[in-house]
């Protein structure tokens, strides 16, 4: 059963340093996410990808964050100068429509990431 | 806006009895509903959907989920408990796409319900 991957499983990082988390989504989805669980809250939206653009996105999600899809199959979250708070795990996910029947969010299994 | 709320934080049964997790949500719009369920140190899994077709939803592993409009409830069930359903349960709600906005699949999650079976 095909599902979404995500590298690496921990990231530790010094305050101030890029952090790239990776992750491929289902070869057939169009739709692409990231969300956040800061330790002991609710998991949060970052931002949502279609089409080689952000389609949408949170206040979290501000200038320091960035998305790209570099090649047909990875999907990345890049961190430009990681704070304290942005210790959190982070989750990939992937649907292959917005609507209808086949709507759903496929998740992957997360990057611890710890910021020192 | 849309949100939810997960009534219990903690839920404990013993094995072999019925489950209940409850979850309410509020949405401007007609709502898709979730549940999802993320066992330790795994992603976060599936269990049911609600897209506005039949009102009680029947997913994996013997859960079912009953959408009910007036009480704006979305309440996830199991008539009997297995160890291995112990995990964290999610209820998630997502906005449907409508005339005055739109939606690009930003899910909304609830904060959460651990259930513990006890043999």
């Known amino acids: 059963e095909p599902e979404v991957t995500q590298t690496p499983s921990h990231q530790v990082t010094q305050m101030g340093q890029e952090v790239i988390l990776r992750c491929v989504p289902i070869s057939n989805h169009l739709y692409f996410y990231w969300y956040r669980q800061i330790l002991g809250q609710k998991v949060e939206f970052l931002v949502s990808?279609?089409?080689?653009?952000?389609?949408?996105k949170s206040e979290i999600f501000d200038d320091q964050f960035s998305v790209e899809r570099p090649d047909g199959s990875n999907f990345t979250l890049k961190i430009r100068s990681t704070k304290l708070e942005d210790s959190a795990m982070y989750f990939c996910a992937s649907s292959k429509r917005l609507a209808g029947d086949v709507n759903e969010q496929f998740f992957g299994p997360g990057t611890r990431l710890t910021v020192l | 806006a849309q949100s939810v709320t997960q009534l219990d934080s903690h839920v404990s049964v013993s094995e072999g009895t019925p489950v209940l997790l409850r979850c309410n949500y509020s949405?401007?719009?007609?709502?898709?509903l979730f549940w999802y369920v993320q066992h330790p140190n795994k992603g976060l899994q599936l269990l049911l959907k609600?897209?506005?077709?039949?009102?009680l939803v029947k997913g994996i592993n013997g859960f079912e989920a009953e959408f009910k409009k007036s009480e704006t409830s979305f309440h996830l069930t199991k008539p009997s408990a297995h160890m291995s359903d112990a995990a964290e349960y999610f209820c998630?709600?997502?906005?449907?796409?409508?005339?005055?906005?739109?939606?690009?699949?930003?899910?909304?999650f609830g904060q959460g319900t651990i259930l513990t079976v006890h043999p």
């Open positions: 609600y897209t506005s077709a039949a009102t």
């Open positions: 998630v709600v997502r906005t449907s796409t409508n005339a005055g906005g739109t939606s690009y699949g930003k899910l909304t």
């Open positions: 990808f279609y089409n080689n653009e952000i389609s949408e």
């Open positions: 949405s401007s719009y007609s709502p898709s």
